[in-house]
Structure formats: C-alpha cells, structure tokens
C-alpha cells in the first residue's frame, strides 16, 4: 500500500468511525429493533416478529397519520413552489443592491431557529393570537378563526420553514435557463405567460424537482413544527415517533414507523435522482 | 550543484507501463531536456525526481545519493511548473522567500537573499505586489526566482514556457539559458516543444511510449537521428513510405532516392523520412545534380524568415521544401518546373511498423 | 440572464413572500419587549423586563451555556474532521469516494427524528444515556455535511501543483498544507462554519432524545417552556437566538459575502 493511500486512510478515519458509531450501527441496531415483539413489561420483547410493521400498514390510526403527513408533504411543497418562484423571479432581475438584500432576507429566516419561527407563528395564528385579535378588534370576525392545531397552522409554518430552500435552489435553477431562449419565445410573438409556461418552467424542471423533492423530505420529517403548531393531538410520522418512543416507550413500534417514514424518503429522493438525470441528459443534449 | 542518475526507472499504473526501464546519467552543471510528445512518460519521470511520485521500481541519486524513497521536502530540488504555482495569498517576496525559510534562514540573511534572487530575474521592485497582480512572464520569473532562492541541486521545469506567448516564450528562453549558465545549475527539462529544447539543452533526452529514443547533443539528435521516431519528430518533415532497392529507396511513381542507410535487406517496405530543409530545390535549367526528381511547384508559403513550397514529383507523391526567404530560390511561383534533390546521408529510413511511433 | 425589468405583479409578491418569511421573527422580537405580561404586538410600552428575567434565569443561563459550548465544539470537530475528510476524498487519496459522500450528507436528507430515536435506542443499549461526549458527536454529524460541502467546493477552486511546490521548496506535508492550502481554504470554511454553528445552535429534533431530564439546551428549553404556557419570556429568550443567528449572518457577508454562495 502506498504511503498516500496510508495518509488517505488516516484523513478519513474520524469521519469513518463516527459515520459507523453515530449512524450505520444506531440505524441497523434500530432496523433489527423494528423486528422485535412489544412487551409491555420492558418494551423491548425477546422473539422476532413482522407485527410492527403490519401494525403500521393495516392499523387505521397508523395509516391516518401516515396519510395526513404525506398530504402535508405535498401541500407545503406546491405552496413552497408557488411563492418561490415570483421571488426568485424577482431576485434574479433584480439589480445586485437589491439582489443581494432580498438574498439575504432569503437567508436570515433559514439561520432562525425552528422553535423561535415556530414560537412566532403561535404568537401569531394562536385562538387569542395577534391575526384573530386584530380581526376581532375591526369587527371582521365575531369568533377566532381555528388558525391552529390542525392541517392550516402546521402548513403555514411548514411553508415559512422550509421556503428559503426552495427560494435558494429556484434561482440557480432559472439563472441557467439561457436568456436568449426566452427572448427568442418572445420575439415569435409567444405571451409572456406562454413563454413561462412553454418556456422557462420546462427548463427549469430539474432545480423544481430537487427543491420539491428536499422541501418535501423535510416536511415529511419535521418534528417541532407540527408538535408546536398542531399541538398534542394533531399528530404527523414525526411526533407519533416521538410519542412511541418518550411517552408510550413502545421501541419497536416506533422502530417501525421510523424505517416506513425512512424508506418513504429515501425512496423518493433515488427516484428524483433517477428522474432528475435523465431530464438533465435530456435538455444538455447528453454532452453531460 | 548536484548530479543525477537514474538506474532502470519504472512506473506502472495498473497494467500499463509509462516509463519502461529509463535510464539517464546528467553531470553537474549540464541542461537536459526531456523532450517527447504527450504521454511519453516524461512528465512521469520528472514528479518521480521531484519525489511527488514514487517509482515502481529503480533508482534514483542525487549527487550519488539514493533519494528514491525521500519525500520531496529533503531532496533540495527546484520546480517550476507550467502552471508557475504561486502561493496566490503571500506576497512575491514571501514566495521567493518560502524555501529559504524552510531551510532556517532568517533576518538579514533571508531579504538579502530574497533580494538577490528578485534581481536575478530583474523584478526587484516587484517584492510587494502579489501574484495576481503581475503578467505572466513576470509570474513566471517570480517561480524561477522561488526556485533558485534556497540554491537547490537541480533546478526541474515541467514545460515552463507553454503558457507564454511566441514572442515571450522566446526572450524567456534566452533569459533562462543565461541564468543556467551563471549560476551553473544542474537541470532538467521537460517540454514537447523541439525548438526549445534544442535552443537551451546541452543535451536532448528524445522519449516516446516510457523509452528513451535517443540521448545526444541537439546537433546529434537532428543530424543522425538514432531511430524512425527520432527523424520524424525532429525538424519538419515529409514522411512518406517506401520499398528498397539496393541503396536507393523506390517512393512509387517512378521515384527513387539514394539512401546513406545500406543495412536494410532488398525489398523491405520502410518508412522515409525527408526533412523539409534538406530538400534542395532548383530551378529546371540549372544542374541540380545526381539523384534529382523533377516536379512542378503547386504552393508557395511564405512564411516570414523562410519560404515553404509543395511540389507534386508524381502521380500521388508531394514534397514539402523550404529555403530562406532571401535566398533567391525564393522567388520560385507555382506552376514552375523544379528539381529536387536529397543528399544521402539526409535520407532517414527506417523498417515500416517499427517502435516509438 | 438578461436584467429584465420586474413587473409591478411580481414586485408585489415578492415583497409579500419577503414579509411572510421574515413575519414570525419580528413578531417575537417586538413582543420581547412588551410591558405586559401576555404577548401582544405591538408591544405596549418598552421593557427589558422579560430578558432580565431570562438571563437572571438559571434554568436558562445553564441552556444558554450548554448551547453555546455544543455549538463551539460540535463546530471546532467538525472543522478539523471535515476538512481532513474533503482533503483526502477531493485528492482521491481512498477509494470509495462517492460511497464516503453520500454517507457524510445523508444527514442533510435523512429525518432528523429517526436519526435522534435510533441514537437514542443505541446510546440506552450501550448505557451510554446522558453522556455528554454521544452529544458532541451527534452534533458533528448533522453539522458535517455543511463543513465538508464548502471544504470540497473551495478544493476544486485551489490548484494541486501549489502544495506539491511547497514540497519541493522543503516543506513537510503536513507544513505544506497549513501555510498554504489552508489558507487559501478559508474563506470556504468560513462559510461552512457558520452553517455549522448555527446548525448546531438550532437542533432539537435531535438533541432532544439524547438530553437526560436535568439537562437543556436553549432551542430545547424554549420548546418545553412553550408546552407550559407562553408568556413574554419565551420571546425574550427567542429574541437572543434571532440576535444570534444575525450576528453569524453578518459576519459571513462581511467575512466571505455569503450571498455569493447563491
């Protein structure tokens, strides 16, 4: 073995034993974990068993939150997309002033903690909250509006959560589309709204994809959020898992709806991998 | 300044073999050139002297010691590369100034060093600014600088003087040569450019395929080439296929030259090689002696210093010639009736589908 | 692109975009500052009340340092692991590049939650709960990615030949590396360096099943407070996080002007 390929090993070494110990091992010992019995007695039983995850895919209460949180996952991320994209728009013909302060107000929220924008949302959406108090205060409504603990509260605070990314991955999306593919559209007498449709979207599609895909993983994965905003009894994957885990101490099958919430992500992020290749070999004309 | 050898050198990567058993003996004091095309393995050799590579196997010494398991720092070398690789952060003094505080110099000792060694490649005045700030000659002086700075045993250059412009590469060449010569520097020079390996080398190592075609003198290496290789990458030459015939070389067409080279057997197919200044044109009225084809001129190239011309001697074989632009051969036009002539000993041939190309 | 004028429709939005994205954040920090002692914006009156309370808390003081010093050393590790590991992959010194990759991001995309139970599981299988050292290097694999993510784009950016001359001129390779390729790395790192602290600063999806009951962090804390009640406080407490991550902002526009980066 050569001394490089020797000083290699040594480089990569911490990294290697704490990827080892920190995560493959706690991630097999868990996926093995998944397959053990619940007893009530220690939590963990002692024979192998598939009943974990047949509970998670027949159970309704199982399969209700596993429903709801995709559909989150879903609606966060068309809302992400669709407010992103007038403001990457607008960042990208921007002059660099502007640019670089609308760059930064992208920024700063995402270097916010979660708890505190979370925090901020209650103070805002909460029954007694600043938006129903103003509301109430200029007679529009006689009664709170229900802004929180269910599907509406958890969105909005998903959406501000994780728009910054998409916000970020849009602009080097459109900022490769060649300009004079547009102006070309434009001048065949296309509208501006068709050139959008027909031209800049399609072109884009792979940064959409990537920003989807990751908005999207994230959401199906949060845990403050929807605790803070959908309070104790409107539950999503991530806190029933918490739930399992700190309060019912029922491991295996927290185990279990972990690897299905895993197995979910992982999955779609490959797919959008594989999907994502094959769109960007199509549009470069595969010279990639 | 120290001397090189190397014994029986080897790289292999994988299954392929790039340098293949080299070896060189380079004296104190002396210029050699690496030269070849790309590939050749002497870019290979070079990292393996710098000790940025290790050998598969074989030997190298430096002033009859074996560094070949030393690592770069403690082999007292010089490098210049062709990416010049400046320290883009540190300014051209503490660039110059690198090596020598690696040795332990300090204080006076290093600036008047440093100062010595900017004058040395005349930017003097430039100690303050930093690498992106100067031309690329000028970065290019300041690597030259860094590297003699510390007073290294052999000075490397991996093909320095590619990124130059023509006319920069030229005054370069010039600037190095008189300082290889002032200070007496053992070194070693790759570069695929045959002009500039003629011009600075004492001596011309010509590689191709990891072997060694030929070491001798510049004047050697062009005017006996050791091997078919040698004789078509040196000079500008016609390469055209042939079959012997006693002495003379039968090109088809009916044409054929007298060869110097009489080791060849009747009727073997070669490769011929006809420099393009050895072919001496005439005019079809004078005498242009034995051995003469005749042709008719179809281009005239004016190159500046020189004139090219293409003559179709037959159906199917042209000849490139070139003579001076004031000889008064010059004048010569297309359409013109000439004859051609090549002394023996200036045609090379060589067996068809022999090694090194 | 070619500059083109934005519409009054999309100068509108953006604008609205812009305000939604930072809206939650102003409103903590204006209700921070509040005299009563529910949360109302705007604040009625001006007080530091609420911070004083905070800080002459020690339930949060402890939060605050045990944060702070997470962040500092999760950050610190993954600096010097990081950019060992960037060195070693971006010079194809070990095979298995990629493989080593992914693995190093996968933290970026997989749940946090999962990540934070299957610790969670191990550490109580070893009886290693509560353990400080099991923290840090949680806290270095969810900041890593960041680290080696700048280490490897400012790598590509640095020519090789430039250490291999600090070689030949007599340096170590290891002296080589330090005067002149880290150098040269640091901006990079800068970057990747304040993603990491804040990272770090900001977890609780993981933290929080590897924290015994008397410990916390601040996010943590913050969470659990808000379970119990919301009052001024929280804001006040939320106000010096916010403080916080504008001060690393800051830092790298000014250090390395960040919004280059995007």
Known sequence: ??????????????????????????????????????????????????????????????????????????????????????????????????????????????????????????????????????????????????LMYDLTGVTIGLVQIFLPFMVLLLIPALQNIPADVEAAALILKASRLRTFFTITLPLALPGILTGSILVFVLSISALVTPRMLGGPTYRVMATQIYEEFMTNLNWPGGAALAFVLTVIALALIWGANRIGNRLTRGISGGNS | MSSLSLRSLVKRYDETEVVKSVSLEVAEGEFVSLLGPSGCGKTTILRMVAGLLAPTSGQILIGGEDVTRLPPNRRNLGLVFQSYALFPHLTVADNVAFGLRRLGVKGAELSGRVTEALARVRLGHLGDRYPRQLSGGQQQRVALARSIAPRPGILLFDEPLSNLDAQLREEMQIELKQLQAELGLTSIFVTHDQHEAMT???????????????????????????????????????????????????LGGGIALTSANDTLADGTPVRVTLRQEDVAIAPIADDAGAGAIEGTIRLRLFEGASVQFLVAVAEGVELLARVAQQDPRATLAPGDRVRLSVAPERVFVAPAGAAGA | MMPRRNSVWIVLAAAAVLIFMNAPTVVVVLASFTKTTYLTVPPKGWTLHWFAEVLGDDGYLRAIGTSLWLACAATILSLIFGTMVSYALHHRMVPGREAI?????????????????????????????????????????????????????????????????????????????????????????????????????????????????RQSTLPVKIYAAVDQGVDPSIAAASTLLIAGAAVALIIAQWRTSLTRFF
């Open chain 3, 101 to 213: 990759l992914s693995l190093v991001m996968a933290p970026l995309v997989f749940p946090a939650v999962v990540i934070g139970v299957a610790l969670l599981q191990f550490v109580s299988l070893m009886g290693l709960r509560g353990n400080t050292l099991i923290l840090v290097l949680a806290h270095v694999l969810i900041t890593l990615p960041y680290v080696v993510r700048s280490a490897m784009a400012s790598l590509v950016g640095i020519n090789p030949q430039i250490e291999e001359a600090a070689q030949v001129l007599g340096a170590r390779s290891f002296t080589a590396f330090r005067l002149v390729t880290l150098p040269l790395l640091k901006p990079g790192l800068m970057a990747g360096c304040v993603f990491s602290f804040v990272t770090s600063l900001d977890n609780v999806p993981v933290t929080i099943f590897l924290l015994t009951p």
């Open chain 2, 200 to 250: 600075l080398s004492d001596r011309i190592c010509l590689m191709a395929g990891g072997v060694i075609q030929q070491i001798g003198t510049p004047e050697e290496v062009y005017l006996s080439p050791a091997t078919g290789f040698v004789a078509d990458f040196i000079g500008s030459p016609n390469k055209l296929s042939g079959t012997m015939r006693g002495a003379r070389v039968d």
């Open chain 1, 1 to 146: 073995m050569s001394a490089r390929r020797i000083s290699g090993l040594w480089l990569i070494a911490p990294v290697t034993v704490l990827l080892v110990v920190g995560f493959l091992a706690p991630t097999a010992i868990m996926g093995m974990l998944s397959l053990r019995n619940y007893s009530g007695m220690s939590g963990i039983g002692d024979s192998w068993t598939l009943e974990n995850y047949i509970g998670v895919i027949t159970d309704p209460f199982y399969l209700t939150i596993i429903g709801r949180t995709l559909l989150l996952g879903v609606i966060v991320t068309a809302l992400c997309l669709l407010l992103a994209f007038p403001l990457a728009l607008f960042i990208l013909r921007s002059g660099p002033k502007v640019q670089t302060a609308s760059i930064l107000l992208v920024i700063f929220p995402l270097l916010c903690n979660i708890v505190v924008r979370s925090f901020g949302w209650m103070v805002l959406l909460a029954p007694r909250g600043i938006i129903n108090e103003a509301l109430i205060g200029a007679g529009l409504i006689a009664h709170p509006l229900p």
